[in-house]
């Protein structure tokens, strides 16, 4: 079975949702400290063709906090006058708004159940299968770290292959998942561009903006659009790949 581990995001960008699909489990990380600064209540939309950060007002968050011990705040109306501003015009926007709205409306305020409904609904609009849970839900040793921490979650999620983001090549080894008899590949995004108004392509927004601009056929292509890669130089984050894509530059000793 493929699993796939990751923080709960705020309308995370193309590259995670990628990630759900190619797994048969997606285990929400929620029982984990809260990170400031980080995509867990924040995210980039398009506005004057521009990219511009909003974020998800929180109580009381602390790095010192596991997600899921942490509150929503009371900015979601404020959110969603924003898209609907930026995106009115939108060739989707008709479609995909009554779905952002019932999100941001939900009564859950616990950050990472109000998350957790957020990946679910998404999903579903484009017609991801994929199993969702939340690692507070797994009976595990808390105690281990980092690395130890996801090969316990994939024990007891029967995992034979574990797919993780490009960003986590510098804290999980191989040799120690081949051990576990886990096999380990990280998931590298290809360059995706798609029309968005009349403005010059904006990458590395949130998933609002895919949707607002693309039908679900056409995010679906794109949800296919990666490499599983074993091994790669650490310089090839996102950002990195798709600035090297542009001078058709590759950085990636192996790709399967």
């Known amino acids: 079975m493929k699993t796939g581990i990751m923080q709960p995001y705020f309308f995370p960008y193309i590259g995670y949702w990628q990630l759900i699909n190619a797994v048969d489990t997606f285990v929400i990380f929620d029982d984990v400290n809260y990170i400031k600064k980080g995509y867990i209540n924040r995210n980039s939309i398009l506005v004057g063709g521009h990219a511009k950060q909003f974020t998800l007002e929180l109580v009381k968050a602390s790095q010192n906090k596991l997600i899921n011990e942490i509150k929503v705040g009371n900015n979601t109306n404020k959110i969603l006058k924003t898209l609907e501003m930026t995106y009115k015009k939108a060739p ?6 009554p779905i952002i709205v019932e ?11 109000f998350l957790g409904y957020s990946l679910e609904k998404i999903s579903s609009y484009l017609q991801i299968e994929t199993k969702l849970i939340y690692s507070s839900h797994l009976e595990k040793d808390n105690s281990h770290k980092a690395q130890e921490k996801i090969i316990d979650i994939c024990k007891k999620t029967n995992t034979s292959s574990y797919i993780n983001a490009i960003g986590g090549q510098k804290i999980y080894h191989k040799e120690r998942f081949k051990k576990e008899k886990i096999e380990l590949n990280f998931i590298k995004t290809e360059l995706i561009e798609y029309t968005q108004f009349k403005n010059e392509f904006v990458p590395f927004l949130s998933i609002i903006d895919i949707m ?16 599983l890669t074993e091994e790669c130089y650490a310089k090839t984050d996102y950002i990195r790949q798709w600035q ?3 001078n058709n530059l590759s950085v990636c000793k192996k790709t399967v």
Do not use: C, G, H, P
């Not at 989707?92 to 708004?97: C, E, R, T």
């Not at 999100?103 to 159940?113: G, P, V």
């Not at 607002?212 to 490499?227: E, H, R, W």
């Open 244 to 246: 090297d894509s542009k």
């Open 103 to 113: 999100i941001l409306t939900q009564e859950e305020k616990n950050l990472a159940r």
């Open 212 to 227: 607002m601009f693309n039908s679900v056929d056409t995010i679906k292509q794109m949800l296919a659009q990666y490499k």
């Open 92 to 97: 989707y926007f008709k479609i995909v708004s």
